[in-house]
């Protein structure tokens, strides 16, 4: 049987918990959307889908990126989805038939496992290796997917133990890494670090002062740097609000301007009902 200052105790407890944590209120419900607001939807979500198939026409800023890997340093800056990617899958297959090798570096684990596959398929698993910080395999082929800290690593090797990298070609994916507090300096040892003879093709959607990045690159390194930009994104964005209750509404009206149907959302900030007590 349980003890008479257990039963007070539970009793105290109970109390203590409503007293102090009250059962929030039911939470308002979003009025369903007007006419005019699931009109405006229908043009949010106009032409999204999967485009229809045709053949693969390189554009002119892929076609200068190869031409110019093929002798200098090459910073490509172009929006996601412009095919910044294809640049480096298109030297690599070429490195490869001609017996050489490569290196594709990234930033992050998760990226780097997903390039590892994507060229396992494209390239064949006998000739794409992984080296990460907890995955290392095939680490003798012809071209290597790794963060780019397992590659700057690889460099500090070669300089305290005397021996060569061996690689012909490195990508730097997501190079505007180097701007970044934390692990910045990897990218810029990195840069510095690799030998002349092996060409750095850096690839970036969001750098800037490219000229100025290239500049600098072409002063450590005592290369030739050329910039190719592309044209405009390719994949449009377009920015909603998901509610509370899984309504989407354009996040800017017919203007251009911000949506003003949305301030309903708005969080209010509540009245101060302090008093100070006496």
Same mark, same amino acid.
Do not use: C
């Given at each position: 049987? #349980?003890?008479? %200052?257990?039963? +007070? %105790?539970?009793?105290?407890?109970?109390?203590?918990?409503?007293?102090?944590?009250?059962?929030?209120?039911?939470?308002?419900?979003?009025?369903?959307?007007?006419? +005019?607001?699931?009109?405006?939807? /229908?043009?949010?979500? +106009?032409?999204?889908?999967?485009? *229809?198939?045709?053949?693969?026409?390189?554009?002119?800023?892929?076609? &200068?990126?190869?031409?110019?890997? &093929?002798?200098?340093?090459?910073?490509?800056?172009?929006?996601? !989805?412009?095919?910044?990617?294809?640049?480096?899958?298109?030297?690599?297959?070429?490195?490869?038939?001609?017996?050489?090798?490569?290196?594709?570096?990234?930033?992050?684990?998760?990226?780097? %496992?997903?390039?590892?596959?994507?060229?396992?398929?494209?390239?064949?698993?006998?000739?794409?290796?992984?080296?990460?910080?907890?995955?290392?395999? %095939?680490?003798?082929?012809?071209?290597?997917?790794?963060?780019? /800290?397992?590659?700057?690593?690889?460099?500090?090797?070669?300089?305290?133990?005397?021996?060569?990298?061996?690689?012909?070609?490195?990508?730097?994916?997501?190079?505007?890494?180097?701007?970044?507090?934390?692990?910045?300096?990897?990218?810029? &040892?990195?840069?510095?670090?690799?030998?002349?003879?092996?060409?750095?093709?850096?690839?970036?959607?969001?750098? !800037?002062?490219?000229?100025?990045?290239?500049?600098?690159?072409?002063?450590?390194?005592?290369?030739?740097?050329?910039?190719?930009?592309?044209?405009?994104? #390719?994949?449009?964005?377009?920015?909603?609000?998901?509610?509370? *209750?899984?309504?989407?509404?354009?996040?800017?009206?017919?203007?251009? !301007?911000?949506?003003?149907?949305? *301030?309903?959302?708005?969080?209010?900030? #509540?009245?101060?009902?302090?008093?100070?007590?006496?």
């Amino acid at each position: 049987m #349980p003890r008479r %200052n257990d039963r +007070s %105790n539970r009793r105290r407890t109970g109390r203590e918990r409503y007293d102090k944590r009250p059962v929030a209120r039911e939470s308002s419900r979003t009025p369903e959307q007007t006419p +005019s607001q699931l009109r405006a939807v /229908e043009r949010l979500l +106009s032409g999204i889908g999967v485009p *229809e198939p045709r053949p693969f026409e390189a554009d002119r800023f892929q076609l &200068e990126a190869l031409e110019a890997i &093929e002798t200098q340093d090459v910073l490509v800056t172009a929006p996601t !989805g412009s095919g910044k990617t294809w640049i480096a899958r298109e030297e690599i297959r070429r490195l490869l038939a001609a017996g050489k090798r490569a290196w594709y570096t990234t930033p992050l684990k998760a990226l780097t %496992n997903s390039k590892y596959a994507e060229f396992k398929l494209e390239f064949g698993a006998e000739n794409v290796g992984i080296l990460t910080g907890d995955r290392k395999e %095939n680490r003798d082929a012809p071209l290597i997917v790794g963060t780019t /800290e397992i590659y700057r690593n690889q460099l500090f090797d070669a300089m305290r133990e005397g021996f060569d990298v061996a690689t012909d070609f490195v990508i730097l994916d997501e190079a505007h890494y180097l701007a970044d507090e934390d692990r910045g300096h990897v990218w810029e &040892e990195a840069i510095i670090l690799s030998p002349k003879r092996i060409r750095l093709l850096l690839l970036s959607a969001t750098i !800037g002062r490219a000229d100025e990045f290239a500049d600098w690159i072409a002063e450590v390194r005592g290369t030739s740097v050329r910039v190719i930009t592309a044209g405009p994104r #390719p994949v449009e964005l377009r920015a909603a609000y998901l509610s509370n *209750e899984l309504q989407l509404f354009p996040l800017f009206g017919a203007d251009g !301007g911000f949506n003003r149907g949305l *301030e309903r959302f708005e969080r209010r900030k #509540p009245e101060n009902t302090w008093r100070r007590r006496r």
